[in-house]
């Protein structure tokens, strides 16, 4: 399929993908839904008049809403039914948006021009730590090398309950989080310079996880220890091998603007590697629902163009997101469109694919080159993690955009 608007080969955004975002026009504060094509952002509002779909020709207001928690809520068959339309609409042999010169200019605005919006209002979050390399590895920093995963954790998908309010924007910046920590005989307040360092790690998210619509790239920063006899956060709230404290991960959760659908994303599914040992019945399922996502993390120093420091990949992950979201719903804990889980950080076998700057240092004991002739251990001031990620398709790229954060110095003093 072919669009009439002239997509890069290499774009992120062909028809293929349609990632759905939040955005505003230059002069106008007005929120308003789009799709991503190539360099360009079709406003859904604008057009909301061409969705006469069975399910959709009721609920065409859903598209002039501020964010796309409304769409979310009519679930899988309306947004297979909204990307037919927005495909047919788009595709070069269709002439209702092509040939109208009017509604074009209406409708269709340039990326460059735009301001993009946190595309859901995200009511609960939770962030799942189902890498077995990457739990492997910090288990093996913090606990025992020849044992280094917890008894429960290939048995169940381990996550936390994060706060929806430390979700934010990509290009958002972060300061540098303070906290307490232990560094002799008694508590003192500091910021994660020395004893603890500020580390990022690359994730994929799902947003309405209900009906696993969406996937989200993401960045979480965090605290984590250079030496392993404090916590692994910066603050005292719990000590190894005990993991998912509470300020250490409520920093910031960096999120791409753009979110695109399962349908996009879909045909590059992979097998699901056989678990051992075999989960219990409700965490079964015998269809691919692994993704070959390939994921990318670049530091870039202040006033430098930075380096690649890890290539990994979402197959990678043993537990997946439908074995997320059954653990999340067996106690009866509801799911509400707009909520997001987090793959956890996602980590392969070789250490080029660690997924974290505490892997890929190894807690400190080696140093990164990031380019223009710096090393880390840790992210300093100044530092941007920048995230890209995307699927291959055949002649096209479904890709889900860069998610990047820069950090910036603490916002609390400490003497």
């Known amino acids: 399929m072919k669009s009439f608007i002239e997509v890069s080969p290499d774009s992120d955004f062909p028809i293929q993908n349609l990632p759905y975002g939040v955005f505003s026009k230059p002069g106008d504060e007005t929120r308003r839904i789009g799709v991503a094509i190539g360099d360009q952002v079709l406003d859904l509002s604008a057009i909301r008049h061409l969705f006469t779909g069975p399910i959709l020709s009721s609920q065409q207001d859903v598209f002039a809403k501020p964010s796309l928690n409304a769409l979310m809520a009519l679930g899988r068959p309306a947004w297979t039914e909204a990307r037919e339309t927005i495909q047919k609409l788009l595709s070069a042999d269709e002439p ?78 972060l300061h540098r ?59 005292r709230e719990k000590v190894p091998p005990s993991h998912g404290a509470l300020h250490g991960v409520y920093c910031h959760s960096h999120r791409h603007p753009a979110l695109s659908t399962l349908d996009a994303v879909v045909p590059p599914s992979v097998v699901v590697v056989a678990s051992e040992p075999a989960p219990l019945p409700y965490l079964k399922h015998d269809d691919p629902y692994s993704f070959d996502i390939k994921l990318s993390v670049k530091i870039v120093p202040e006033g430098g163009s930075g380096k690649v420091v890890a290539n990994t990949n ?78 291959q398709g055949d002649g096209y790229r479904v890709g889900f955009g860069q998610c990047s954060g820069k950090v910036l110095p603490a916002r609390v003093r400490v003497d």
Not at 133 to 162: C, Q, T
Not at 344 to 356: E, H, L, Q, R, V
Not at 382 to 387: F, M, S
């Open 96 to 173: 209702t948006l092509r040939d109208n010169q009017e509604l074009r200019a209406a409708a269709l605005v340039p990326q460059a021009d735009v301001t993009m919006h946190l595309p859901a209002e995200v009511g609960d979050y939770t962030d799942f730590y189902s890498s077995r390399e990457h739990a492997s590895n910090l288990g093996s920093m913090f606990r025992d090398p020849s044992n280094p995963l917890l008894p429960n954790w290939l048995h169940i998908p381990v996550g936390y309950h994060g706060r929806a309010s430390s979700v934010v924007i990509s290009g958002t910046p």
């Open 177 to 235: 989080p303070c906290g307490q920590t232990r560094p002799n005989n008694g508590p003192v307040l500091a910021c994660c310079h020395n004893r603890c360092a500020l580390t990022g790690s690359v994730e994929c998210g799902q947003g309405n996880v209900l009906q696993g619509m969406l996937v989200w790239l993401a960045m979480t920063s965090h605290v984590a220890l250079e030496s392993g006899r404090l916590s692994t956060t910066l603050c």
């Open 314 to 391: 979402f197959k990678h992950m043993y537990w997946t997101m439908k074995q997320q979201l059954a653990h999340h719903t067996i106690t009866g804990c509801n799911v509400r469109p707009g909520d997001l889980m987090g793959s956890g950080t996602i980590s392969g076998t070789d250490p080029s694919a660690y997924g974290s700057m505490i892997e890929l240092s190894w807690k400190g004991t080696k140093e990164l080159d990031v380019g223009d002739g710096e090393k880390r251990k840790f992210l300093k001031d100044g530092d941007t993690v920048v995230l890209a990620g995307h699927c």
